[in-house]
């Protein structure tokens, strides 16, 4: 079975600063990888999704991720953060080959931005 | 654009009391997943079902189950609550293009949150 680790449980920046938050997962075959946002007290969004081709993907509000395949990553990445990045952050797998299309998630990492 | 409705909210209940939580999807998506998410942890995936039949399991406890009924809405039924269940329940719907591995993003209710005493 997949699973995913967020090594980052928690990250404190000043506006502007850049941002990486590192996401590794395991499992050998096809992968599908994504990040979801979920600011407080709300439900979780989708931020950006990586399928095939392109291993750098770009999705909404300026973040972008890269899959790097020999190294099982997938660490979202955003140059200037602001205050309403603020939220917790969850990466997640699905493995579309063995059928089963639920998420697996990583344990999140909640991003604090200070203005 | 519609989003997929949860209902309670939230919700309240005494140990080894019934608990039934309501998952409308979006209108035309066919599949719904279950994911719990404890106190400040990650989703677990509970449960999903595709066209009103179970497509897989995850680590739902045997005091829960749960249906799709013909409009695709979703219940999650809850027996014997325990502290532990306590959580955020969420569900999520998709549009399944039928069985090839192709990924059909999930889109993510608020959330109901139980609380168990």
């Known amino acids: 079975a997949q699973s995913v680790s967020q090594h980052n449980h928690h990250v404190i920046l000043s506006e502007a600063a850049s941002l990486e938050l590192g996401c590794n997962y395991s499992y050998g075959g096809t992968v599908n990888l994504f990040w979801y946002v979920q600011y407080p007290g709300q439900h979780l969004q989708l931020l950006l999704k990586?399928?095939?081709?392109?291993?750098l993907v770009k999705g909404i509000k300026g973040f972008e991720a890269e899959f790097i395949k020999s190294k099982f990553s997938f660490n979202l990445r955003k140059p200037s953060v602001q205050w309403s990045d603020t939220a917790e952050y969850f990466c997640a797998v699905t493995a579309p080959n063995t059928g089963r299309r639920a998420l697996t998630f990583g344990s999140g990492t909640r991003l604090q931005v200070q203005p | 654009a519609a989003g997929v409705i949860q209902s309670p909210r939230h919700l309240i209940k005494e140990k080894r009391e019934t608990a039934t939580l309501k998952c409308y999807p979006i209108p035309r998506h066919d599949t719904v997943y279950w994911y719990q998410q404890g106190p400040g942890q990650d989703p677990q995936f509970l449960i999903s079902?595709?066209?009103?039949?179970?497509?897989d399991k995850g680590s739902i406890p045997d005091r829960f189950s749960a249906q799709q009924f013909s409009d695709y809405h979703s219940e999650l039924n809850m027996s014997s609550l325990e502290l532990g269940d306590s959580a955020l329940y969420f569900c999520?719907?998709?549009?399944?293009?039928?069985?090839?591995?192709?990924?059909?993003?999930?889109?993510f209710g608020p959330g109901t949150r139980l609380t168990v005493l």
């Open positions: 079902f595709y066209e009103k039949m179970q497509s």
């Open positions: 999520a719907s998709s549009k399944s293009e039928g069985s090839s591995g192709d990924y059909n993003e999930q889109f």
């Open positions: 990586y399928f095939s081709g392109d291993p």
